[in-house]
């Protein structure tokens, strides 16, 4: 009998939180918002953001960015499931995005990435949620709060109908 290599579907629970971050002030808020703007399209449009998108490492570039990045990992680790010889997280890209009335996010996932994460800056009256097709799931986040999910969860964000909605987001990977 040969052996072939097959497609299949798998149905599982992925963990999806949502919390608020109180670690900044606001005029550390202001300082990220003007950092994320400032920076500005870097990407060019060319990854599943269609908004203005900085590079793949802010961490490397702002103690408040890292700052970010520590609360999300201590996040991941609380949720993270329990064992003999845990893992070791770490942030592995993290960027910003300031969409526009008409931006948005294509459906994708952060496979191999184990979280993902995403800290929404600036929520303005009308911002995008963020979605999560197959969990028939939508989050409206206010500002400061921060979603931390499983790499493996393909997310997307609708078309926006406002202008300076603007997020930090990073990807968690395990040594």
Not at 82 to 98: D, I, L, Q
Not at 137 to 157: M, N, W, Y
Request: aromatic share 10%; hydrophobic share 35%; glycine share 6%.
């Amino acid at each position: 009998m040969g052996k072939k290599d097959e497609t299949y579907n798998f149905r599982m629970k992925l963990p999806v939180v949502t919390r608020s971050v109180t670690c900044f002030d606001s005029d550390e808020l202001n300082t990220l918002a003007d950092f994320i703007i400032n920076t500005g399209d870097v990407q060019k449009r060319k990854t599943n953001v269609k908004a203005s998108m900085s590079d793949w490492y802010l961490h490397e570039e702002n103690p408040l960015v890292q700052r970010l990045c520590d609360e999300a990992i201590t996040i991941v680790k609380s949720i993270h499931g329990k064992s003999f010889n845990p893992p070791e997280f770490y942030t592995r890209k993290c960027w910003g995005a300031v969409y526009g009335k008409g931006d948005f996010t294509a459906p994708h996932h952060h496979s191999p990435n184990v979280y993902s994460w995403c800290f929404y800056l600036r929520m303005p009256e009308g911002s995008s949620p963020l979605v999560f097709p197959e969990a028939d799931l939508t989050i409206q986040p206010e500002e400061c709060d921060i979603v931390v999910f499983s790499g493996l969860a393909r997310h997307s964000v609708p078309p926006c109908e406002v202008d300076n909605r603007i997020v930090i987001a990073g990807n968690v990977g395990a040594k």
